[in-house]
Nanobody, 117 residues
Framework: VQLQAFGGGMVQAGGSLRLSCVAS????????MVWFRETPENERERIAA????????WCADSVKGRFTVSRDYAKDAGYLEMNSLRPEDTAVYFC???????????WGQGTLVTVSS
């Protein structure tokens, strides 16, 4: 599975961005799509996930109520809608996934989000 993440950029505090993560290759049997971020201090945080089959979601407390995760099953694409952005949301955002019966975790290349105060 190959993942391509895009949609990052620079935004002022309070603004919004929508990240996309498009999967290609052997996408059948994808399980979860998980979003992580890595801060300038190199802290990695898992922030959101969506079950590929039933679209149930989970968000970390740090982003709950501000970020929404979704997916388009037909397009093999996941989305992270980020609202009310804060300077502390500045990070490189990654998407990852795995497939049933496959122990490997697949990663996108990361997309940088910079939030200015």
């Amino acid at each position: 599975v190959q993942l391509q993440a895009f949609g990052g950029g620079m935004v002022q505090a309070g603004g919004s961005l929508r990240l996309s993560c498009v999967a290609s290759g052997r996408t059948h049997l994808m399980k979860l799509m998980v979003w992580f971020r890595e801060t300038p201090e190199n802290e990695r945080e898992r922030i959101a996930a969506i079950d590929w089959a039933d679209s149930s979601t989970w968000c970390a407390d740090s982003v709950k109520g501000r970020f929404t995760v979704s997916r388009d099953y037909a397009k093999d694409a996941g989305y992270l809608e980020m609202n009310s952005l804060r300077p502390e949301d500045t990070a490189v955002y990654f998407c990852s996934t795995g497939r049933a019966g496959d122990s490997q975790t697949y990663w996108g290349q990361g997309t940088l989000v910079t939030v200015s105060s």
